[in-house]
């Protein structure tokens, strides 16, 4: 008969010697891997150059948990913030740059971190804390970003659609930055902004309400006019027939129909001037963006990060 107890038991040596086996492999699979940071950072930055960005944060996040006390520490928590940012994860880039400033005052990345941190707020709409960033570039008066962070700023306001106040910080980029011809540009061309074609909600209304359907002719939607027009006329002809013919409750119903038709009629026209408006301001000041604009390039030769100021005209 089988002895449970001695089958245990052998089991129990087996695991152990297994153990014994293995341990020797393990301990020097970490110690080799915890022996070259060197490597353990180039692959990371191999990752981040070839846009592996979220296999490239894992890398960078395990050589600071392995060498925590390596020079290039610094480096991969920027690096892990650059990812966020490239990967277009605004929120986690926002979090990670915050957070490097925090622990890195004194670094030398540390004016880029705010600045790619006030880029990301700006993607998210957050203009508020976006300028207060930026004023904080500005207000240290770095030799690399503070052109740039007044030239974001401008760009801000003209988002906000406020031209006077944008105009004015075109004009503080320095004269010496890469971005003056582009801020020139800009300034120049939002003094025509008041001559972009525009539409009066008011007349819009105006005449939609003397005739259903002018006043989508007048903001150059002529199907929507055609139909409004259509519409209305269908209703009153009919609500003119049902009385005519003494049918008055029928015509009643339809006559209460049409007030909401030719009341909507109106409202859509002024709504249409309203959008149109906006849509010819977004189209100039897109026009203007993509004539003028800055992107970021990483250069992997000197794995470091270079604005590029793009001209199209």
């Given amino acids: 008969m089988n002895n449970p107890f001695k089958r245990h038991y052998q089991f129990t040596i ?11 492999l393990c301990t020097q699979a970490s110690e080799g891997q915890a022996d070259h940071p060197a490597k353990q950072f180039a692959f990371a930055e191999a990752l981040f150059t070839e846009g592996d960005y979220y296999r490239a944060i894992t890398e960078y996040k395990r050589f600071i948990f392995y060498f925590p006390k390596n020079t290039l520490i610094e480096k991969s928590a920027f690096r892990i913030g650059e990812c966020y940012f490239r990967a277009k994860k605004w929120h986690e880039a926002i979090n990670t740059f915050a957070l490097f400033t925090i622990q890195y005052p004194q670094s ?21 804390d976006s300028l207060s960033t930026f004023q904080e570039i500005i207000r240290s008066k770095s ?8 030239y974001q ?13 944008a105009r004015k910080t075109f004009l503080l980029v320095p004269k010496n930055s890469p971005l003056s011809e582009s801020a020139n540009i800009m300034y120049s061309s939002l003094g025509y902004i008041d001559d972009i074609p525009q539409k009066s ?6 005449l939609a309400a003397i005739i259903p359907g002018a006043g989508h002719l007048y903001t150059e939607r002529p199907r929507d006019a055609l139909v409004a027009f259509l519409l209305n006329v269908a209703f009153i002809v009919s609500a003119v027939e049902l009385y005519h013919h003494e049918n008055y409750v029928a015509g ?15 409202y859509s026209a002024v709504s249409s001037a309203h959008k149109y408006n906006k849509r010819n301001k977004e189209d100039f000041i897109r026009h203007l963006q993509e004539t003028s604009s800055i992107s970021i390039r990483h250069d992997p030769a000197t794995s470091s990060n270079h604005l590029m100021v793009n001209y199209r005209f």
């Fill in 108 to 128: 030398s990345m540390s004016t880029e971190a705010l600045y790619l941190k006030g880029m990301a707020e700006k993607q998210l709409k957050r203009y508020r």
């Fill in 252 to 266: 009643g119903i339809v006559t209460f129909f049409e007030i909401g038709w030719y009341t909507g009629n109106i």
């Fill in 153 to 165: 700023s401008a760009l801000i306001m003209m988002e906000k659609e406020e031209w006077q106040e």
């Fill in 14 to 24: 087996f695991l152990l010697a297994l153990a014994i086996f293995f341990l020797p």
């Fill in 201 to 206: 909600p008011a007349v819009a209304g105006t």
């Fill in 143 to 150: 030799n690399d970003f503070t052109d740039k962070a007044i």
